[in-house]
């Protein structure tokens, strides 16, 4: 069985991380998306039981698609889903040279490789921090949360 990984905090998880969830679905028999737990405190974040309710619902009809907490680094995570591949969203040639120095490392430390892909470009400008921010001032953000029409 063909399983990877997609990992992050999540807060909020929005229409960006919907397309590569989407995206990458069709390369595995099962993606588990593994949520960042508790242990990463910052101001403002829900719990990770919430941001993983929040995700599992989006997915609810999938049966592909698993959602569970994380702990420590993503692949010891990916070898406890016996996972062989980590995806991971690239918006920028900034987050494409972090994500390459990530995977290089995390190919050293476990065998484990990274599939990147690259936004659509009508979400290349979307990240959890721009829709706080906006949340912040008020700004209706469910433009950039995705939802299932049932």
Known sequence: MRTG???????????????????????FDR????????????PDMPSAEERIRAIAELYK????IEVKPYYGLAVDFARSENAHFIVKGVRSVKDFEYERDQADINRQLSGIETILLFSEPQFS???STMVRELQHFGVDVTPFLPSRKN
């Open 31 to 42: 993606l588990v998306i593994g949520v960042v737990g508790d242990q990463v405190h910052k």
């Open 61 to 64: 009809d999938e049966p592909r």
């Open 125 to 127: 400008a979307i990240s």
């Open 5 to 27: 990984i997609f990992v992050g905090s999540f807060n909020p998880f929005t229409v960006g991380h919907d397309s590569i969830v989407t995206r990458a679905l069709p390369l």
